[in-house]
T-cell receptor, first 114, second 111 residues
Framework: SAVISQKPSRDICQRGTSLTIQCQVD?????MFWYRQQPGQSLTLIAT?????????ESGFVIDKFPISRPNLTFSTLTVSNMSPEDSSIYLC???????????FGPGTRLTVL | KQEVTQIPAALSVPEGENLVLNCSFT??????LQWFRQDPGKGLTSLLL?????REQTSGRLNASLDKSSGRSTLYIAASQPGDSATYLC??????????FGTGTRLTIIP
């Protein structure tokens, strides 16, 4: 398995502001992903964080709204920009081991936008 | 479109009973399938991973099966306990290294 930490664990933000979420892994991993879980819903993939290149975004998600950094093989950040109440969700990062491709998830960041 | 479905959305079972959770997917060309557990307000805990070449995996009281031809997986929980109460999520890797999640089954074990 992998030990994954996220900061902050939760936050309450005002409309129009931005929040950066950090994801730290205890060992180097090839694949890192960012997911969103809206209230009462399942998980939706936002993007794949690529080390050394731009993130790959899923349909419906854009870089201007969700800029992602991946400076090395153990760390990534997701920024939620110009927030609105519709951005209130749990944001989770995950990593995949290249051998089995099993994914492990961080504890999540619970974001509330007022 | 590749989709994952879990039915029922919620399930209540008396403590001690065995139970089965269902997952179905639309494309049989999968790479692997994972079952996760999520407690309220928490992240996901990986329970079992089944590679496309496997038919089942076991961990303690949990057994997951995979039938690619019918597009189905089941998670069997033996001798259920109140601590098993959680939402169980099925997720499929359709070969592009990304997971497609089902909507989950919220399980309540009644003491």
């Amino acid at each position: 398995s992998a030990v994954i930490s996220q900061k902050p664990s939760r936050d309450i933000c005002q409309r129009g502001t931005s929040l950066t979420i950090q994801c730290q892994v205890d060992s180097q991993v090839t694949m890192m992903f960012w997911y969103r879980q809206q209230p009462g819903q399942s998980l939706t993939l936002i993007a794949t964080a690529n080390q050394g290149s731009e993130a790959t975004y899923e349909s419906g998600f854009v870089i201007d709204k969700f800029p992602i950094s991946r400076p090395n093989l153990t760390f990534s950040t997701l920024t939620v920009s110009n927030m609105s109440p519709e951005d209130s969700s749990i944001y989770l990062c995950s990593v995949a081991r290249s051998i089995s491709n099993e994914q492990f998830f961080g504890p999540g960041t619970r974001l509330t936008v007022l | 479109k590749q989709e994952v479905t879990q039915i029922p959305a919620a399930l209540s079972v008396p403590e001690g009973e065995n139970l089965v959770l269902n997952c179905s997917f639309t494309d049989s060309a999968i790479y692997n399938l994972q079952w996760f557990r999520q407690d309220p307000g928490k992240g996901l805990t990986s329970l079992l991973l089944i590679q496309s070449s496997q038919r089942e995996q076991t961990s303690g009281r949990l057994n997951a099966s995979l039938d690619k031809s019918s597009g189905r997986s089941t998670l069997y929980i033996a001798a259920s306990q109140p601590g098993d109460s959680a939402t169980y999520l099925c997720a499929v890797n359709f070969g592009n290294e990304k997971l497609t999640f089902g909507t989950g089954t919220r399980l309540t074990i009644i003491p």
